[in-house]
């Protein structure tokens, strides 16, 4: 849940520029699918394809993104500690220089969560090309840090620290601060496919979202922030989603 805010703090190190937020929080939708009360699990992954938008709200810093979530610390959703990673259509430095073009990026929210424990990072340096699919990663390592990799295309390009497994929820989809972005559409939609998850204590990871046999009446594709220009549907249960935004 990357979020609309004040810009209090940043650095940039390494090609990676770090914002920490404040804690004004406008509206988002959504256009996702996701599994809540998941089995203990240490990582997930999909393909995501890149896409251009019409950021309606980019006049006030808005954006659009295709991204995943995942909880942690044994959360069963992802409103209070979790990681984001995946790739956003405008997007704000930490002195306030907005850009309107697009970058890959990563959050990071650790306890005690949002807003003290909330972290966004962006990564300008990796090329975000239109119409290419990208593999999207993020898979726990452990440690005395319990950190979390941050992987693009099976490169590691981020460290997420400090994030207790498990992960319990799982998301994956758009995310936009405004109804009347155009983002897809329903003959060119979004797309996250080949939907995995990591079960660590089996070395192995699982195709779609739900594993064989478990219950599966949180995976769902949906929608929310009340708008009816969002959208979410299965192209393939469980593995594949198509979504977009548009009036």
């Not at 959504?30 to 999909?46: D, S």
């Not at 430095?93 to 003290?116: K, L, M, Q």
């Amino acid at each position: 849940m990357r979020l609309r805010q004040a810009i209090v703090s940043g650095v940039i190190a390494c090609g990676v520029i770090l914002v920490v937020p404040g804690t004004a929080q406008a509206g988002l939708y959504h256009g996702i699918a996701r599994w809540e009360g998941a089995y203990p699990n240490k990582g997930c992954k999909a393909y995501i394809m890149i896409k251009d938008a019409t950021v309606a709200d980019s006049s006030s810093k808005g954006w659009a993104a295709e991204e995943m979530w995942t909880s942690t610390n044994d959360k069963h959703d992802t409103g209070t500690t979790w990681i984001e990673s995946g790739y956003t259509k405008g997007w704000e430095e930490a002195d306030g220089t907005y850009h309107t073009g697009r970058t890959f990026f990563w959050v990071n929210c650790i306890s005690p969560g949002y807003p003290d424990g909330y972290y966004e990072h962006y990564l300008p340096t990796i090329t975000c090309a239109l119409n290419t699919w990208v593999w999207v990663k993020i898979m726990y390592d452990g440690g005395t840090t319990n950190t979390w990799g941050i992987y693009y295309d099976g490169t590691r390009w981020a460290t997420a620290n400090h994030q207790p497994p498990n992960s319990e929820s799982i998301s994956m989809g758009f995310e936009t601060t405004s109804s009347q972005t155009q983002f897809g559409t329903s003959k060119s939609p979004n797309k996250c496919t080949n939907m995995a998850f990591y079960r660590a204590s089996e070395d192995k990871w699982y195709s779609g979202l739900v594993q064989p046999g478990a219950t599966t009446n949180h995976a769902i594709a949906d929608t929310d922030g009340g708008s009816s220009n969002a959208h979410a549907t299965w192209n393939t249960k469980y593995t594949s989603i198509d979504n977009w935004i548009h009036h």
